[in-house]
């Protein structure tokens, strides 16, 4: 089991890690947050959004299923939204610098994390 402070310091030893957060999903509000190269409590509110019209559009085509993980891809960066399947209230939000990170290692590594987190 690992807290929040612990899983964060996890998810930025992650190769290319620039920063990272858990985030309560109902409200968008962040519960722990590392890394200072953006405004991670407006990227928290924001990808909120990214969740719920992902789990609406699961809901209305009558999915039998449930988000895994969301990967955004940028030019520069990788976005991975994971939610948390001991809490779903919950979901972890990691930025990687997309030149110098190795994408299947990082979904690997926060799905280790996450299957440990616990709040």
Same mark, same amino acid.
């Given at each position: 089991?690992?807290?929040?402070?612990?899983?964060?310091?996890?998810?930025?030893?992650?190769?290319?890690?620039?920063?990272?957060?858990?985030?309560?999903?109902?409200?968008?509000?962040?519960?722990?947050?590392?890394?200072?190269?953006? *405004? $991670?409590?407006?990227?928290?509110?924001? #990808?909120?959004? %990214?969740?719920?019209?992902?789990?609406?559009?699961? @809901?209305?085509?009558?999915?039998?299923?449930?988000?895994?993980?969301?990967?955004?891809?940028?030019?520069?960066?990788?976005?991975?939204?994971?939610?948390?399947?001991?809490?779903? *209230? $919950?979901?972890?939000?990691?930025?990687? #610098?997309?030149? %110098?990170?190795?994408?299947?290692?990082?979904?690997? @590594?926060?799905?280790?994390?996450?299957?440990?987190?616990?709040?």
């Amino acid at each position: 089991m690992a807290d929040i402070q612990k899983s964060l310091e996890e998810l930025l030893d992650i190769n290319g890690s620039i920063a990272a957060c858990i985030v309560d999903s109902n409200s968008g509000m962040v519960l722990g947050k590392l890394g200072d190269s953006m *405004d $991670l409590d407006l990227a928290a509110a924001v #990808n909120t959004e %990214v969740v719920s019209a992902k789990k609406r559009a699961i @809901k209305e085509l009558k999915l039998d299923d449930t988000i895994e993980d969301i990967l955004i891809t940028l030019t520069k960066q990788y976005h991975i939204i994971c939610p948390v399947k001991s809490n779903s *209230d $919950l979901f972890i939000y990691l930025v990687l #610098n997309k030149s %110098v990170a190795n994408l299947a290692l990082a979904r690997l @590594k926060v799905n280790s994390i996450e299957s440990i987190l616990t709040i």
